[in-house]
């Protein structure tokens, strides 16, 4: 079975198996969740969790995502009579030898100020937050060695701000001006992030990040102190070392962890003003308690946090494997220091093998003798710094069924033995979240449509509106809180501006496009 026929058939499992609306853009469905499910470009599947106010309602509907795509591919495992294995992945980049990939877990924040005014308060944060919100793993971009990072993804983003969101001039800020709300509301949409398996780092990005956008939209300007003279290479450098020193824009130097205890203590300072959701001193705390025992030392971490664990995992298989082992963030740095010497020379877009950048014809001779000598100082060679294949083969699996969700994943089956320390909610908030839309706000209406209309012929549905063409009417989602539902007809005597703006809406809806201007 190939890769897009096995999508198929679970599409056609989930319509088979799930109470669902049609999204109005044709792409995909609604659940009773108030979750969209679809095939995005690239033919992969996409678990769009529901919208809320509640921090645990948004790592619930996110790891319901993940138990519900499970089932699935159990069920068309089972269809086939135990004759195949489907298998998901939370990927966050390739590591064959193709053209590398990345997809990463995009977030949305509703924000009422218009997003590009929040950019410099939120770029130090985005930067400097995947100390605690990496997924960890190996660059992609390392010819020569298995380079580990706290964010595998981050090497994808070549710029501060950008509204590309899938090529390689993606931006660490994204500008996508896509509200998918009414008049006065507007959502950051935010692409510089990671899929997670721990709950706690899960509940922490959104959290943390939350705080940051609501102190920035309140004027409290958060990251106006901090700014960094370079954030792609500051993004960069953090990726390949917690401690890697950052360069402020006023000159000064810091390291990522003070500038996220700059931006903990401006919420600690802040966490009961009215412009903070009520979760903020649940998430100083966590956010305080990470802090410290990441200056304590990461391995503090590595039953909490996804990069510690993996990181820890893979220098002990390392050792196990018999052969020396360069600690992983030395040689990070040391290649850095080599690769950035390329700069201004005709090799900075393509990476020469590492032979040759240490051999007689060296474009960076100088640097390569200074780096040689450093390392016969700790007693290595930079033959330490090359894995085996066959032990990079080994760690690439490893890393691969870390990412695999379901039983069968290797993350899972390690929690499943209680060495991990890592979850915030009970099992059976996830189930809930897996049939049920949180408790408030639009997704509880929309959920609720779902399980009324789902048989309902030609009913469709949007973040926006549930449109029911047969009946000339749709339901109004514009308002991200509404607490009840506000059907829209064409009954009755309408003002003629308004009767223009229902006829828009309603081909709109007919036509399969999500509605604007709802």
Not at 279 to 301: H, I, M, N, S
Not at 469 to 484: G, H, K, T, V
């Amino acid at each position: 079975m190939d890769r897009q026929a096995i999508l198929q058939r679970l599409t056609a499992l989930a319509i088979e198996r799930w109470r669902f609306l049609p999204a109005t853009c044709g792409k995909g469905i609604f659940t009773t969740s108030g979750a969209r499910f679809y095939v995005d470009t690239g033919e992969h599947p996409e678990w769009c969790a529901a919208e809320t106010a509640d921090l645990r309602e948004a790592v619930a509907q996110v790891k319901a995502g993940e138990s519900l795509l499970n089932e699935l591919a159990t069920a068309l495992e089972e269809q086939d009579g135990g004759r195949c294995e489907v298998c998901l992945f939370r990927s966050n980049v390739s590591l064959n030898d193709g053209v590398p990939s990345t997809w990463g877990q995009h977030e949305s924040y509703m924000t009422r100020a218009l997003p590009g005014s929040l950019a410099q308060d939120l770029i130090p944060h985005l930067v400097t937050r995947i100390i605690y919100t990496g997924a960890g793993g190996f660059s992609p971009f390392s010819p020569n060695r298995l380079a580990f990072c706290l964010s595998p993804r981050a090497l994808f983003f070549s710029k501060a701000i950008s509204d590309d969101s899938t090529g390689y001039g993606r931006g660490i800020f994204h500008t996508r001006d896509e509200s998918l709300a009414g008049p006065g509301y507007w959502r950051l949409h935010v692409i510089c992030g990671e899929s997670l398996h721990s709950e706690t780092a899960l509940y922490l990005k959104l959290g943390a990040t939350s705080l940051v956008v609501a102190m920035a939209e309140a004027g409290l300007e958060p990251g106006r102190k901090v700014q960094l003279q370079d954030p792609v290479q500051a993004l960069h450098r953090v990726s390949g070392d917690l401690q890697h020193p950052l360069s402020l824009a006023d000159g000064r130097t810091v390291t990522a962890l003070d500038l996220q205890a700059h931006y903990l203590e401006l919420a600690e300072r802040h966490q009961n003003h009215e412009c903070m959701p009520s979760f903020a001193p649940q998430v100083c705390e966590t956010w305080r308690r990470t802090l410290d025992g990441l200056r304590a030392g990461p391995e503090k971490l590595a039953r909490v946090l996804d990069w510690p664990f993996k990181a820890q995992l893979f220098e002990k298989l390392h050792k196990d494997s018999g052969i020396r082992a360069v600690p992983l963030f030395m040689a990070n740095g040391i290649e850095h220091r080599l690769y950035e010497a390329l700069e201004g020379t005709s090799y900075v877009h393509h990476l020469p093998d590492l032979k040759f950048l240490i051999g007689p014809g060296s474009p960076v001779l100088e640097t390569a003798a200074m780096l040689s000598a450093e390392l016969r100082r700790t007693g290595m060679t930079w033959s330490d710094l090359q894995t085996p294949d066959s032990i990079r083969h080994k760690l690439l699996e490893v890393d691969m069924r870390l990412a695999q969700i379901g039983p069968r994943g290797l993350y899972q089956q390690l929690d499943q033995t209680g060495v991990l320390e890592h979850r915030i909610l009970a099992r059976s908030e996830i189930e809930t979240a897996m049939t049920e839309p949180p408790a408030r706000g639009r997704a509880a209406i929309r959920g609720k449509a779902v399980q009324k209309l789902h048989d309902h012929p030609g009913v469709t549905c949007s973040w926006q509106a549930v449109g029911d063409p047969e009946n000339r009417r749709y339901l109004d989602l514009s308002d991200p809180f509404c607490a009840a539902e506000r059907w829209v007809s064409r009954g009755g005597e309408m003002e003629s501006d308004s009767r223009d703006h229902f006829e828009s809406i309603m081909e709109e809806l007919a036509a399969g496009r999500q509605p604007h201007g709802v």
